[in-house]
């Protein structure tokens, strides 16, 4: 068993790679030119079609105009129908104004448009497919609208919106930047109605400005009247609440108020003076009447008459009676200007009492007054103001003006604006290159067989030692005559080729025992053990040839001439290995053929005997080629492997599933055993051209063309 395999399955199929071979897409794409010129040839036919049999011709065109920005002070505390200001909000507003269903629906008033078949589907005549489908829909039951009567007003209603809806389509308003100015652009089926709808448009938006304004004027001078007929009242009701107050209350002026409260500020100072006094004489006659001693007396009462008298003593009863008089006259001074001054105070604080409430009921009369009187002035303030603006808004009623102006009106086009026929028909080319060349490369990448080595290599992680082109060959037999009579074509040089590349696959010991095998039948491995057998032979070899797959006995197509008996009788002793081996005529191997047996084939090649009789060979003859059955057919062939030195596994070129090699490889590493080489069999000489990258070794297909004799 060979060993020295290019590489274990196990790493394979190799890793991914996520770079672009931009060389092999492209490739790709020229393979399949015929397909996309197919494609793109298609597209521009029924774009071209489209452009020039079916499309109506479309006529644009355009009025211009341009706002301006200015202020109108009317009502409001700024005004009642302002100006245009010019920012974007208000561009983009005006933008929406002439888009509106109200002002189009104007537009379609005013020139009749609902009963133009361009707008109204109603009117216009079935077109072939429409009335097929309806005859269609109709003979299926499908479609039929119930019968309702509706309202003839709402009837006309419903045509005049679908009306509005098909001119809004054919409508588009686009402010040119950094700028007040608006195109306004129509497209219809004819320049004249282009040019008039558009021109329409832009004078019933200027005349809606206006009608809005007048409006709004309107409307403002209605409501300013109510308003001034309302404050007029207002007023005259405060006013006659400002003169009833006045009235019924005594008031004096604010002057008068300030001179009463600095006159209570004067009696508050007095009274503060008089408890003083009045604190000090109450003290000093009680402190006359708490003295006891004439000491004590002429000391409180500091009066000069008394000290005379008590100067010489107060021996005598005259003297005594005398100071006893002189004390008790103080005393009862002192006591009534104590008297006079508690009823000074109290004089005063009944003043101050009295002013006090004078104050406070004139300050709380003042304040209502002054409210009254600010309610008044402020309903004055408003009934002049909005007088005033009645005044204003009833002057401006008859001279609104519109706050744009036609800046240029647009013109019956010359030519058609749609359809764009040289822009289409490049689109529809570049378009069908896309969809030619997506088609191209979904095939591509769903196919799961392989068309070049390197795929097959990459997938794998196997070596492709071979690559063997399509024989013609109408029959099996005819294969190893073709290679006879043709010993320079690229087939019998790929053979060769194939013959190299096994024996220089392991230089230490090259091999002898070699099994050729597939996943299943009819992928070129009979072929490839016949063709490797002659090749062999041709270098002066001692070659057998066994057929392993004594099941199908595919060699007796070859070789008619074979004997019944083969392998099975030799192993089981019934035949001399002498007498069942056949030499063809042409043909310098020996060839033991299968045969017919009872025993499991299987068990015919795991035998010791099998094992012993290639053992046996290897002495007698130089290479060993055993034809073994298909891989995934049954286990015969990695049976026959466990004797075997290389192995050789045929994949058909462009007919084998990828899914059906990775099964074949995966039963080859579950058995430890490993592929030498593979061989990519039955090539198409003109698709190996086709499909063939730089690096494959088929270049019989691509520049053989000048050193093989076909």
Known sequence: MMNQSQKNFSQAPAEDDDTIDVG??????????????????ASMLLAGYYVYGVAVPKYRSTSVVVLETKEDSVVDLKAVVGGFSGDSTEVNTEVEVIRS??????????????????????????????STLSRIRAMMGLGQDTDIALDPELEKNRVKDSVVAALLDRV???????????????????????????NTIA???????????????????????????????????????????????????????????????????????????????????????????????????????LVRIASGGLDSQEKRASFDARYEAIVARVQSESIRASQQLAALKASETELANQISNQGTDMIALQQLTRESEATRLLYEYFLTRLKETSAQEGIQKADSRMLSGSVVPEHASAPKKAQILSLAMILGIMIGSG???????????????????????????????????????????????KPTSAAAESIRNLRTSLMLSNLDK???????????????????SLSLSKFLSGLGKSVLLIEGDIRRRTLNEYFPSLPHTGIASVLNGDVKFA???????????????????????????????????????????????????????????????????????????????????????????????HITGLVLSQIDEKGMKRYRYGGDSGAFAAYGKGYYDN
């Open 203 to 305: 004078e019933s938006y200027i005349l809606n400005q206006i009608e809005v304004k007048f409006e709004a004027t309107e409307k403002a001078t209605a409501w300013l009247s109510n308003r001034v007929s309302e404050l007029q009242i207002e007023l005259e009701t405060a006013e006659k609440k400002v003169s009833d107050f006045t009235a019924q209350t005594q008031l004096v002026s604010i002057e008068g108020l300030q001179a009463l409260e600095r006159q209570i500020k004067e009696l508050r100072y007095r009274i503060d003076g008089a408890a003083t006094t009045q604190a000090e004489t109450e003290k000093r006659l009680n402190d006359l009447n708490s003295a006891e001693t004439p000491e004590q007396k002429l000391a409180i009462a500091q009066d000069s008459a």
């Open 579 to 673: 007498d069942a081996i056949h030499r063809p005529a042409g043909f310098e191997a020996d060839v033991l053929a299968g045969e017919k047996t009872t025993v499991n084939a299987a068990d015919i090649f795991s035998s010791d005997t099998f094992k012993s009789f290639i053992k046996q060979m290897r002495s007698e003859y130089d290479f060993i080629i055993i034809d073994t059955p298909p891989v995934l057919v049954v286990p015969d062939a990695r049976i026959i492997a466990e004797c075997a030195d290389a192995i050789l596994f045929s994949v058909k070129w462009d007919s084998t599933s990828k899914a059906l090699v990775e099964e074949s490889m995966r039963f080859f590493h579950n058995s430890n055993q």
């Open 101 to 130: 269903r109200g002002l189009v629906g104007k537009v379609v008033d005013r020139l009749n448009l609902v009963n133009d078949p361009e707008f109204n589907v109603a009117l216009r005549e079935p077109s072939l497919i429409g």
């Open 439 to 485: 088609l191209v490369l979904l095939r591509e990448f769903r196919t799961s067989t392989f068309r070049t080595a390197n795929e097959l290599e990459q997938f794998t992680g196997y070596t492709v030692i071979g690559q063997i082109p399509k024989m013609p060959a109408r029959h099996r037999m005819d294969t190893l005559t073709y290679l006879s009579e």
């Open 510 to 528: 090259k091999p002898q025992v070699i099994i050729s095998t597939s996943s299943i039948p009819g992928e070129g491995k009979t072929t490839v």
């Open 24 to 41: 092999a897409l492209l490739a790709t794409l020229w393979r399949g030119k015929w397909l996309i010129a197919l494609v793109t040839l």
């Open 172 to 198: 588009s308003v686009s402010n040119v930047r950094q700028s007040l100015v608006f195109n306004i652009t129509v497209e219809t089926d004819s320049p004249t109605k282009s040019a008039l709808i558009a």
